[in-house]
């Protein structure tokens, strides 16, 4: 029995000592924020779609982005990120959403979408397939959800 609590008691202040060292770590970078959450740091009365853009051309009505508004000012350089849902989404595989950018559908590449700090823009997202680079077009009946991230501010 006193073997036992001997090594219990070891155990404890091995785990205790890991525990004060990952206190200890700092981390640095902005915040992350997303979701209907009423609590968010820069922007606590939350964004909203203002519309869906759609394409006739290279396809039949196909939605090329989204566009959303009401973005706080103290979310002033922010960066904005969407993931779109498909109906054929599989929660276990990421290449299956759709993702934006701030690179228009007739170019490939990324740019990163950034809140100025006014309230009334309207901030337009690409929809970008899983590689965040290629354009992509979807039928508007395939779209079931979007999510929108805040990443980092500069308060």
Not at 82 to 95: I, M
Not at 96 to 119: E, H, K, M
């Amino acid at each position: 029995m006193k073997r036992f609590l001997v090594a219990l008691l070891g155990g404890a202040m091995v785990f205790g000592t890991a525990l004060a060292a990952a206190a200890a770590l700092s981390v640095d970078g902005g915040v992350i924020q997303a979701g209907a959450d009423n609590t968010l740091v820069c922007d606590d009365d939350g964004i909203y779609v203002s519309a869906w853009a759609t394409n006739t051309y290279p396809v039949d009505e196909g939605v090329e982005s989204v566009k959303i508004k009401g973005v706080n000012p103290a979310c002033d350089g922010a960066r904005i990120l969407g993931r779109v849902e498909l109906t054929s989404s599989d929660p276990a595989d990421n290449s299956t959403y759709l993702y934006t950018s701030g690179t228009n559908p007739y170019a490939s590449g990324y740019t990163d979408v950034i809140a100025n700090g006014d309230r009334n823009t309207e901030y337009t997202l690409y929809l970008k397939q899983a590689d965040y680079t290629t354009p992509v077009w979807e039928p508007a009946e395939n779209i079931v959800g979007i999510k929108i991230w805040l990443e980092g501010t500069s308060s």
